[in-house]
């Protein structure tokens, strides 16, 4: 037995989680982020928990979340890259799918492509869409270009030709000549990344992974060594888009993968103690200093989607199904050129933070605002003070613009963010068959209990959850995340014409990759299990079907009952006759991995700290008295009627008038309104 640490890395604060498998206790921290240098905030955090008696050769497992990625694509300060395309495809980034979001307006502008115009190079050879060969590939022309490329100030190389997906042999050529030629360069080419039909999706995915893997190698190597000269032995795991983990070398090689890295791990952890608080079904509120993250999760668990969009870019591969709005503790309160009150996305991040950090900061924050309101006094459990004067500056400033004391801004702020996270929250639900009254919302994040009963009240939400720990939650997801991967292939047939022995030697060759995965990552006792992409003849979309892992003779018919149970759980009906095409199949790997108790999960070996009993806050236009009372003297039962602060090392609970809470056995808060 050992030790496991759980790290996330935010836009505000880097969190850690230590279990320790001998006693299943949780210890937590957080240390204020390095946006500049993000690895550096990971190393101070290590070196505190060594001071604090953390034994580095006893650290079993070490697994962490980053938005290194992400941001590095949001602002698009990555790597420059060349991108080689098959003759006639110059503008596949350009053409996308021909949508524009938000047509109707007058003032809608199409976001520029990831590579620019003069960046892309067309090569002579060209596969149909079954694989065959029609023209032969033009090798030296590809190396050519590329050398053009780099010479003109490319960084990084990607490669995606017409139908890779079939056959990767001009990718992989290709691929390999780059590599040779230009050793110091990172090259992508799709066929390795995501091999799988939709031109423009496949290339967006090949181009963001050369993008932003400049940056994520570096991360990773300054990473491990600091960690390895600290005495760290244990290799450094990183979580995926999908909410399992892989290893840092895989994730530097494929950091595409890592892109909702941090917001998948809240959903991860969200799903399991959601079943440990007898719910069968939440919704996700992870609010951070940048942004408020939104995740369903079902009796099945956390719930994937192939169809995720990050910024501008569609990304093709499987992640965590959230959506995401710009409205988090340190989001910027701003007046537009109408004098309208906006709430982000602009943050002020860790440095120089909200104004009531002291750090130089004079800008109204959502942070600002409940610090002015006195739902706010400190923060890390009185480590940092809060200035609550600048705070209260800043928005007085702000309420200048709007005819009102600095009071009245705060709430304006309040409302506005509020407003911002249910036009977010209530079509996504939504989209998804689901009514928020009857679910419960589980707010998380450094920020999100503070705002989850003006989120729940809004949108609907009948009871509120908040976990023991909240703003680490996403640190503890990093340790409850399984090792797990994914794996495609396009076949596009009809399953008429498709033999049993086709269909299990497709499915058999993915199972080798699955395999193959397992054994370089160390994952024993994974299992694998299939799934297709399946419509009727003449469908647009496809439905996700699983199917059984029994390779044995009528693995076809199998798969033809499979869709038609599907097709009619989704629809409410199934055509006995229907022609059956398999667009895509797939593989994935699971490799459970020991995880923490979550009923310890409140211990995190602080002494409750002595807090004043009451204090004014001002909620809903008036000023009212509010009782404070420490967390961690809750005991399990005890129930405590808003208005309310509940204090604890990683966040603050704001409990309002007309809601009331209780502390259940394991730890959590429940919360519900009693004003109907």
């Known amino acids: 037995m050992g030790t496991s640490v759980g790290?996330?890395?935010?836009?505000?604060f880097t969190d850690f989680v230590v279990f320790d498998e001998a006693d299943g206790s949780l210890r937590e921290m957080?240390?204020?982020?390095?946006?500049?240098?993000?690895?550096?905030?990971?190393?101070?955090?290590?070196?505190?928990?060594?001071?604090?008696?953390?034994?580095p050769g006893e650290i079993a497992r070490f697994a962490h979340g980053t938005t290194v990625a992400l941001n590095t694509l949001l602002q698009r300060s990555g790597a420059r890259v060349g991108l080689l395309v098959t003759q006639g495809f110059r503008d596949v980034l350009v053409l996308r799918r021909l949508r524009l979001d938000g047509a109707p307006g007058f003032h809608v502008r199409q976001a520029p492509p990831l590579v620019a115009r003069r960046d892309v190079r067309e090569v002579g050879g060209r596969l149909l869409a079954d694989g065959t060969e029609v023209r032969p590939l033009a090798l030296d022309e590809a190396i050519a270009a590329a050398e053009e490329l780099v010479a003109d100030g490319c960084e990084a190389l990607a490669v995606c030709f017409l139908h890779a997906y079939r056959d990767p042999v001009h990718e992989q050529r290709v691929g390999d000549a780059l590599r040779r030629r230009f050793p110091e360069l990172h090259v992508s080419v799709s066929s390795d990344i995501w091999p799988q039909q939709r031109e423009y999706e496949r290339t967006q995915v090949t181009v963001i992974n050369a993008h932003v893997a400049p940056i994520m190698e570096r991360y990773f190597s300054d990473l491990e060594k600091a960690l390895r000269h600290m005495g760290m032995v244990t290799g450094v795991?990183?979580?995926?888009?999908?909410?399992?983990?892989?290893?840092?070398?895989?994730?530097?090689?494929?950091?595409?993968?890592?892109?909702?890295?941090?917001?998948?791990?809240g959903v991860v952890a969200a799903a399991a103690l959601g079943r440990a608080a007898g719910f069968d079904a939440v919704v996700a509120f992870d609010m951070g200093g940048t942004s408020a993250d939104i995740g369903l999760v079902d009796p099945a668990g956390a719930r994937v989607s192939t169809e995720a969009a990050v910024g501008d870019f569609p990304v093709l591969l499987p992640a965590v199904d959230v959506a995401s709005v710009g409205a988090g503790g340190g989001s910027v309160a701003t007046l537009d050129a109408a004098g309208v009150l906006k709430v982000g996305p602009r943050s002020a991040g860790a440095v120089p933070g909200p104004a009531c950090y002291g750090r130089g900061g004079t800008e109204p924050t959502v942070t600002d605002a409940y610090a002015t309101l006195g739902?706010?006094?400190?923060?890390?459990?009185?480590?940092?003070?809060?200035?609550?004067?600048a705070a209260r500056r800043a928005c007085g400033k702000l309420g200048e613009g709007l005819g009102m004391d600095a009071v009245g801004a705060a709430e304006a702020v309040l409302e506005v963010a509020t407003a911002n996270m249910y036009a977010r929250?209530?079509?996504?639900?939504?989209?998804?068959?689901?009514?928020?009254?009857?679910?419960?919302?589980?707010?998380?994040?450094?920020?999100?209990?503070?705002q989850a009963f003006l989120v729940a009240r809004e949108v609907g939400f009948g009871t509120v959850v908040v976990p023991p720990s909240p703003g680490t939650f996403c640190a503890l997801g990093c340790l409850l995340a399984d090792l797990r991967s994914d794996f495609v292939a396009t076949v596009y047939t009809d399953l008429g014409a498709m033999g049993d022995e086709d269909l299990v030697d497709a499915l058999r060759e993915l199972h080798g990759q699955a395999t193959e995965w397992a054994r370089e990552e160390g994952a024993p006792g994974a299992t694998v299990t299939f799934g297709a992409d399946m419509r009727y003849r003449g469908q647009s979309y496809e439905l996700a079907v699983p199917l059984s892992s029994d390779l044995a003779p009528g693995a076809c018919r199998r798969a033809a009952e499979a869709f038609a149970a599907t097709h009619r759980r989704v629809y409410g009906y199934a055509d006995p006759d229907g022609a059956i095409e398999v667009v895509n199949i797939r593989a994935?790997?699971?490799?459970?991995?020991?995880?923490?108790?979550?009923?310890?999960?409140?211990?995190t070996g602080r002494r409750p700290r002595p807090e004043p009993g009451r204090r004014i806050v001002h909620t809903a236009g008036a000023a009212v008295t509010a009782v404070v009372v420490d967390r961690a003297s809750l005991s399990p039962g005890e129930r405590l009627e808003g208005p309310a602060v509940l204090t604890q090392y990683d966040t603050t609970t704001f409990v309002p008038p007309g809601a009331v809470v209780e502390a259940d056995p394991v730890g959590n808060l429940i919360g519900r309104f009693t004003d109907g």
């Open 237 to 265: 795991l990183s979580t995926k888009s999908s909410g399992g983990v892989m290893s840092a070398a895989r994730a530097a090689r494929r950091p595409v993968e890592t892109l909702l890295s941090g917001p998948a791990s």
């Open 7 to 12: 790290a996330d890395v935010g836009g505000t």
């Open 588 to 603: 994935h790997l699971l490799a459970p991995v020991a995880k923490p108790s979550l009923r310890h999960a409140g211990d």
């Open 425 to 450: 929250i209530l079509p996504f639900l939504a989209q998804r068959g689901v009514e928020p009254r009857g679910l419960a919302l589980l707010a998380y994040g450094g920020a999100g209990p503070t």
């Open 375 to 389: 739902v706010l006094t400190d923060l890390l459990g009185g480590q940092l003070p809060l200035d609550l004067d």
């Open 30 to 55: 957080k240390v204020p982020s390095t946006p500049g240098a993000p690895a550096d905030a990971v190393a101070e955090g290590f070196r505190r928990l060594l001071a604090d008696g953390l034994a």
